[in-house]
């Protein structure tokens, strides 16, 4: 397709943009580059590298690529089915999908792949390293860089060899909060498309709460702002333990609780975010009706739903499956319940706990014991 006047100029500014940083002088503000794709250009230069320069798109060894693709399984698990639906999306633009662990390494490629086109084969390529101090820059080391969506158009990429390339790029979260990787768009030789950036920014969304929502847990919170009926992949999502531990978030849901990533060893309750009582929570998912407002310690308020996968996964929730409306509050019984189980262990608390499938620190604090 030929380009119109607009997309030719914006070639001709990015030409103008690069010709002054790369000769060490200033651009204007209006130049239509971003001020972080200028900064990733200075960062290259910084390394000794030259847009003139050759890009070899190497693959890392073997022994390496065993153990990114071993940390990286959950995050391919879950990203397949997005993949395919996303190969699909963008079938007839001439776009395919490449999804990266964080330090820039395919570990997987869905789409139109033209094989025969040695520009595609090189960087669709599992293993190949697409970092930003191997191939300069691109959406893959800016998402990876700024952790937001972006999309570079031909010459906003570093090397000569990489401005026949247009990418989209969004970062992919983990449960715990901390960036995973990215999912990328690229298409070859093509028009711009910005839109693309909403598209991968979504995907990404999708990939992030299918992981969150594969990973054990006992219960389910969907979230929201009051008015906004949860449901879809724009929701908050927040997992629980059966002892009220939070086991992961996905960003908007860190972004609503003011959540930071988790810190190993110290996971957070979610008495520390919610200001009601925990067992609540999964009271309410026993009921046909589970959707309401929470106060939280911040003085908001916010439109929950809270799901359980399965059968009821906490201890309490199944004691209450089996009592009338008329027995004890949910507390009481899951008291009960650690107080039989360490009856019948004898006294041995670790036992009982494994047993509850809790921690022992949750039965010492169930039952107001001291440890031992």
């Known amino acids: 397709m030929p380009l119109t006047a607009p997309a030719s100029n914006r070639l001709v500014r990015i030409e103008q943009a690069r010709d002054l940083v790369f000769q060490g002088r200033s651009i204007a503000v209006d130049s239509g580059v971003s001020p972080w794709i200028t900064q990733s250009w200075q ?15 190497d693959a890392v060894s073997t022994q390496q690529m065993r153990r990114v693709q071993e940390a990286c399984r959950p995050l391919v698990q879950a990203a397949q089915p997005v993949l395919v639906e996303l190969a699909r999306a963008i079938a007839d633009i001439r776009y395919f999908a490449i999804l990266t662990n964080a330090d820039g390494i395919v570990v997987d490629v869905h789409g139109p792949v033209d094989r025969q086109d040695r520009r595609a084969e090189m960087i669709a390529r599992v293993g190949v390293d697409l970092s930003e101090k191997a191939v300069g820059t691109t959406a893959i080391s800016a998402a990876l860089t700024e952790l937001q969506p972006v999309w570079l158009h031909r010459g906003e990429h570093f090397f000569n060899d990489t401005g026949v390339y247009s990418c989209a790029g969004a970062p992919v979260f983990g449960p715990d909060g901390l960036c995973a990787g990215m999912l990328d768009l690229t298409g070859i030789e093509t028009m711009e498309r910005p839109a693309l950036k909403h598209l991968v920014r979504r995907s990404a969304r999708s990939i992030e709460n299918s992981w969150l929502l594969s990973t054990s847990h006992a219960l389910v919170l969907r979230l929201n702002w009051p008015g906004n009926q949860p449901g879809d992949d724009s929701d908050g999502l927040l997992t629980l333990d ?33 200001a009601s009582h925990w067992e609540s929570l999964f009271d309410a998912a026993g009921r046909q009706d589970n959707t309401r407002e929470l106060p939280l310690w911040s003085g908001l308020r916010l439109q929950t739903q809270a799901l359980q996968p399965g059968a009821p996964a906490h201890p309490a929730a199944q004691a209450k499956a089996q009592i009338s409306p008329q027995a004890k509050p949910l507390k009481d019984v899951q008291t009960d319940m650690i107080r039989e189980a360490v009856t019948q262990a004898r006294g041995n608390v670790a036992e009982a706990a494994r047993a509850l499938g809790i921690s022992r620190a949750t039965v010492y604090r169930k039952l107001g014991a001291p440890r031992s």
């Open 43 to 57: 960062r290259c230069l910084d390394m000794g590298l030259q847009p003139t320069q050759a890009v070899d798109f």
């Open 242 to 274: 059966q002892d009220g531990h939070i086991v992961g978030a996905n960003p908007t849901a860190r972004q609503m609780l003011s959540l930071s990533p988790a810190t190993p060893g110290q996971p957070m309750h979610a008495s520390d975010v919610f």
